[in-house]
Structure formats: structure tokens, C-alpha cells
């Protein structure tokens, strides 16, 4: 089994990325960790060079896209028939996801166009904003929205809607207990709800 994140700020190694490892990190060592046998990755499209689906429609003809970028490296990292979940992290923009963050997911469109290659994956949003309440429900349920559009099955922190993070915390994003812990909440269930469902 196999569990990938998606950092989709523009910057590296900054607030949402650091929220997503730590959720990644309970995926992997909370509960029965050891016999779970979950494999976690985490790409950061913070490098990487892509824009949105141009509607070309060539995925209707195969899983493919007609853009030569660098979303191509992508493809068959989510095609991957391990893969049992997505934990998508984004920064909040005017109250909703990056542009980053909803370029990627239109470019996803082609799995959805094939067979609907996401159903029944598990689905995980974080959201980190500038203000402790700065949009990030909002950007979570927005998430979800395309995740249910995938017909993936959405994966809350067992209180919430997943992970929300305050980047501008006086004392710096890593002081932020709270966030920390729905990030880290985020990937316990994650993890409970990929053993349940896949054993
Ligand atoms: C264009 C832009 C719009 C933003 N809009 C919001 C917003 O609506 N609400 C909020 O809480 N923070 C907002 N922020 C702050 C970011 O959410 C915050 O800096 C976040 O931590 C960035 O994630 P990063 O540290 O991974 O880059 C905005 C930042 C930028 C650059």
C-alpha cells in the first residue's frame, strides 16, 4: 500500500510542506505501523513546471496528456495500482487552494477519464493559511469537492475536516500545536482507514 502527499505551494520546504511531512510521519508511526506496511512519499510541485488542462482532450483517448511538462513525470506515480490514498497540502490563496495546487488537479482529470483510475482512493486535505482563520475549511472542503469528483473516499482528522495550519504563528509555523496535530490526526486516519478498507 502506498500513500502519496502533494505539497502544492510555490515555495519549498516552507509551512505546507512541513505540515504534510508531519502528517505523513503519523501515517507511517502511529498504531500498528509496523504491520500496516504503508509506503508514504511526497512530492513538493514547488520545482516542478506545469499549468493547468488546456482541454485538449487527448487523455480521452488514453492515459496521456498532450502537454510535454513536467506534470508528465507525474502520471504514472497516481496510475500506480499500490496507491490506496492522496493527502493533498495547500497553502490558502484569497480563501481557497493555490493556482498550483488546482492546476494539478485538473491535469488529474485524465485517471478520471479512464476509468475512473482515483475511485475508492483515500482522499486528505491540509490547508495552512497566513491567519489562523484565514480560509482554511473552505480550501479543505474545496479540495474534497474534486476529490468526490474522482469518487475518491474522503479521509477527515477524526474531529474535523482534516489538517489546518496558522503559517503566521508568533512563534513560527512550528509552534503551531494546533495545526501540527490535525495535520498529524489527518495521517493516523489516513492510515487506520487504508488498513480497514485494504487490509
Ligand atoms: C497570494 C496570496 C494570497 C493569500 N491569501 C491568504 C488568505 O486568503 N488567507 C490566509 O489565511 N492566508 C493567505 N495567504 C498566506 C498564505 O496562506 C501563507 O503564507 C501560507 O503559509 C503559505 O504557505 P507556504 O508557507 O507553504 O508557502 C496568502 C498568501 C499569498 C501569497
Not at 152 to 158: F, S, T
Amino acid at each position: 500500500m502506498k500513500i502519496i502527499g502533494v505539497a502544492a505551494s510555490p515555495r519549498e520546504n516552507k509551512s505546507t510542506r512541513f505540515l504534510l511531512e508531519q502528517c505523513l510521519d503519523a501515517v507511517k508511526s502511529t498504531g500498528e505501523a509496523s504491520e500496516r506496511h504503508i509506503e508514504v512519499e511526497l512530492i513538493d510541485l514547488a520545482p516542478l513546471k506545469f499549468q493547468g488542462c488546456i482541454a485538449c482532450d487527448a487523455c480521452k483517448k488514453g492515459v496521456l496528456c498532450s502537454q510535454q511538462d513536467d506534470f508528465q513525470s507525474l502520471i504514472p506515480k497516481f496510475a500506480d495500482p499500490e496507491l490506496v490514498g492522496i493527502i493533498m497540502a495547500t497553502p490558502v490563496y484569497m480563501g481557497c487552494m493555490t493556482s498550483r495546487a488546482k492546476a494539478f488537479i485538473d491535469r488529474t482529470v485524465l485517471y478520471r477519464r479512464n476509468g475512473f483510475m482515483l475511485k475508492n482512493k483515500l482522499g486528505g486535505v491540509i490547508a495552512v493559511g497566513g491567519s489562523r482563520n484565514g480560509g482554511q475549511e473552505l480550501t479543505v472542503q474545496a479540495v474534497h469537492a474534486a476529490m468526490m469528483i474522482h469518487d475518491m473516499i474522503i479521509v477527515g482528522d477524526g474531529d474535523h475536516f482534516g489538517g489546518a495550519g496558522w503559517a503566521n504563528h508568533p512563534d513560527g509555523y512550528e509552534a503551531d500545536t494546533t495545526g501540527i496535530a490535525s495535520a498529524r490526526n489527518l495521517g493516523v486516519r489516513m492510515g487506520e482507514v487504508a488498513t480497514t478498507l485494504r487490509g
